[in-house]
């Protein structure tokens, strides 16, 4: 009987070795990772460079707090020089706001690190790959998504992000995400594996990856760094960073794995077609008893012109009344 439990048991170990190798074929990265305890010795971490409003604290980076006009970001100092990875982050974006919030986070494969600007808190014009989790809609209409949104770009140095468009003329792909306010965990992987780009989500509480969206024909540079930036503008939320893992993926039939990618541009060849731009309704100032009011207002002043008018036309009658006597 000992023996088979024993047996039972090693099995049992050799099984899971064999699932979770198979789940993961990765090996974490601990100078690209971002887990708890954040603080090593001191206020700094090893491998990060924080800027802006972020805030360390035993339990979240919060990389803007709930306030207007902030902008954070978190930084890796080690460049990526893996060709293959998987980077999966566990954040939480909430706040006070019910309609109206803003702006949300990118997580960032850039050449160019710690350069506050205008997109999500990090530079324009940027060289690499930026995830934007976008939680503000700046227009509505039927051809356009709902918010928030995930989206991809890829840029060489010479593209602009467009904030009036939500930057759909250059992204390469996009899905719909409830991802702000939940009570459980959030979770995103991007995963760079053979030149293809695929995103995917835990935010159902789930345990389990769905995929948001897949783009081929990628081309990344190694030697880029990884970054989450965030900024808020006159709406705002807490935009928090709970863990950062970053894995190298296991791909020895990868005919590429030996091949150069320090010195290429990024590059994509496929965008989604842009959308056309449609301004908001403005919305209006008016609480609803000033609206009220305005309305009770209309009304007497309608009916006072109708009063004002038979008056004049009665007087007209009797004038005319005289003059045929």
């Not at 081929?216 to 990884?226: D, S, V």
């Amino acid at each position: 009987m000992n023996v088979q439990i024993i047996i039972t048991i090693s099995l049992s170990i050799l099984f899971s070795l064999i699932k979770a190798e198979w789940n993961t074929r990765d090996y974490m990265k601990r100078e690209h990772s971002l887990i708890k305890p954040y603080q090593a010795s001191g206020m700094g971490i090893p491998f990060w460079d924080f800027m802006g409003s972020t805030m360390v604290t035993n339990n979240y980076i919060r990389v803007t707090p709930d306030l207007q006009s902030k902008t954070g970001a978190v930084w890796n100092t080690i460049p990526v020089f893996v060709r293959n990875w998987d980077l999966q982050v566990h954040y939480k974006v909430h706040g006070k706001g019910k309609d109206l919030f803003g702006d949300g986070l990118a997580i960032w494969y850039a050449r160019d690190r710690m350069e506050a600007g205008p997109v999500f808190g990090n530079k324009d014009f940027f060289h690499g790959l930026a995830v934007i989790l976008d939680t503000y809609s700046n227009h509505n209409g039927p051809h356009n998504h709902q918010h928030p949104y995930i989206s991809a770009m890829v840029n060489n140095g010479t593209l602009h992000y467009d904030h009036d468009r939500d930057g759909t003329h250059t992204q390469v792909a996009g899905c719909e995400a409830k991802f702000r306010n939940l009570e459980h965990d959030t979770h995103i992987s991007i995963k760079y594996e053979r030149d293809v780009l695929t995103v995917s989500t835990d935010i159902e509480n789930k345990a389990a990856w769905k995929e948001c969206f897949q783009v081929k024909g990628i081309k990344l540079p190694t030697g880029y760094f990884i970054g989450v930036s965030s900024t808020t503008g006159d709406l705002s939320d807490n935009h928090d960073i709970l863990s950062i893992r970053f894995y190298e993926l296991d791909l020895p039939d990868d005919p590429h794995s030996n091949e150069d990618r320090s010195g290429i541009l990024p590059s994509a060849t496929y965008f989604e077609p842009p959308r056309d731009h449609t301004e908001d309704p403005k919305p209006s100032s008016l609480s609803g008893i000033k609206i009220f009011l305005l309305m009770m207002i209309g009304c007497i002043a309608v009916v006072a012109c109708v009063v004002i008018g038979i008056m004049f036309y009665q007087k007209q009658q009797e004038h005319g009344r005289r003059r045929f006597y």
